[in-house]
């Protein structure tokens, strides 16, 4: 069941977004640092396919299972089923959700909304929350639109006063700050976990921003 602070600090990840490799070990680390929820992303060159990408889901939800982090399948709604995961993420090209919902029964469904025509033509009866972005540059997605900055958070959050949004592209623990001010409740991060080099001091600064307000 979706809660609205499980977007404080959203870590989504694949295979090929860790240098080296070893995603589990990545995860490991930003579980026990304090991440509210995760998604498997497994996507673009040399990304996991069938058998492989099935073990490794089941692997990483065990993982976020241990740490009661919500485990989130970003496309692949069958993958989704098929493990249980706690939801399913997804882009405005992906399947209609109307039409799978009954697969999801109290899991959590994130939409990614990146303007406000997405969002006008978006039917979110069933949406939990909406990923808005790229807010800055971000080399993470190939076909990520133009970065809408903080304005585009401060407009959506104003369009909806009450959605759960997680504001996400080129995210780091430097400049969520006014990401959140902006309304944004949470924010979502890509490169600056998976390519940290102390993950546990980075995760925690993230972290710090919701223990001072
Ligand atoms: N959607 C919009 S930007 C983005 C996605 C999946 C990538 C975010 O990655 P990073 O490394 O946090 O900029
Ligand atoms: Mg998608």
Redesign the pocket.
Same mark, same amino acid.
């Given at each position: 069941m979706f809660e609205r602070r499980m977007l404080q600090l959203y870590f +989504?990840c694949g295979t090929t977004d860790v240098p080296g490799g070893n995603i589990e070990q990545v995860l490991k680390e930003a579980l026990t640092a304090g991440i509210t929820m995760f998604q498997f992303?497994e996507k673009g060159d040399g990304a996991l396919t069938g058998d492989a990408k099935l073990a490794m889901a089941l692997k990483l939800k065990e993982l976020c299972l241990h740490h009661q982090v919500p485990f989130i399948v970003n496309d692949d709604w069958e993958l989704a089923v098929r493990i249980a995961a706690d939801g399913v993420h997804l882009g405005q090209d992906d399947q209609d959700i109307k039409e799978i919902i009954n697969y999801f029964p109290d899991k959590i469904i994130g939409l %990614?909304v990146s303007d406000f025509q997405e969002y006008d033509r978006s039917d979110l009866t069933h949406v939990d929350y909406i =990923?808005v =972005?790229?807010v800055y540059e971000? %080399?993470?997605?190939s076909d990520?639109k133009k970065p809408g900055g903080i304005e585009l958070i401060r407009k959506m959050r104003l369009y909806d006063e009450d959605i759960p949004i997680v504001a +996400? =592209? =080129?995210?780091t623990n430097k400049n969520c700050e006014p990401i959140l001010k902006a309304g944004a409740d949470g924010v979502s991060? +890509? %490169?600056?976990i998976a390519r940290s080099s102390n993950i546990e001091q980075d995760v925690k600064a993230y972290l710090h921003y919701y223990q001072k307000n």
């Open positions: +989504i992303r %990614s =990923g =972005g790229p971000t %080399s993470s997605k990520a +996400i =592209g =080129g995210v991060t +890509i %490169s600056s």
